[in-house]
């Protein structure tokens, strides 16, 4: 069975950053896609970025694009987040999402395997 587990999450002021990682395991193969999801309290989840299997198209969203780094590391199958910038708009649960999916839309298409969640604050 395959299990995702984020790390990385934290309380930060804006302006700073953040690393987040996405480690696979029961997994045997190399993932066409792995990517971040964020839900804010009230608020509907949102697709962040996302990799494909050999790291060279990425995507993200608008409200990331510049300040969000998404990066695999196809021997271990962990993928990262690297965050820059925060904003406390950014303050949600990061999940990661990982499968056959279509890169663009965030890997979220088929069925594919999501983690529990890293919570990440960004105050004032």
């Known amino acids: 069975q395959v299990q995702l587990v984020e790390s990385g999450g934290g309380s930060v002021q804006a302006g700073g950053s953040l690393r987040l990682s996405c480690a696979a395991s029961?997994?045997?193969?190399?993932?066409?896609?792995m990517g971040w999801f964020r839900q804010a309290p009230g608020k509907e989840r949102e697709g962040v970025a996302s990799?494909?299997?050999?790291?060279?198209?990425?995507v993200y969203a608008d409200s990331v694009e510049g300040r969000f780094t998404i990066s695999k590391d196809n021997a271990k199958n962990i993928a990262y987040l690297q965050m820059n910038s925060l904003k406390p708009e950014d303050t949600a649960m990061y999940y990661c999402?990982?499968?056959?999916?279509?890169?663009?839309?965030?890997?979220?298409?088929?069925?594919?395997?999501w983690g529990q969640g890293t919570q990440v604050t960004v105050s004032l």
């Open positions: 029961g997994i045997n193969y190399n993932p066409w896609c």
């Open positions: 999402v990982a499968g056959s999916g279509e890169v663009r839309k965030y890997c979220n298409s088929g069925s594919p395997d």
């Open positions: 990799i494909d299997r050999y790291g060279g198209w990425t």
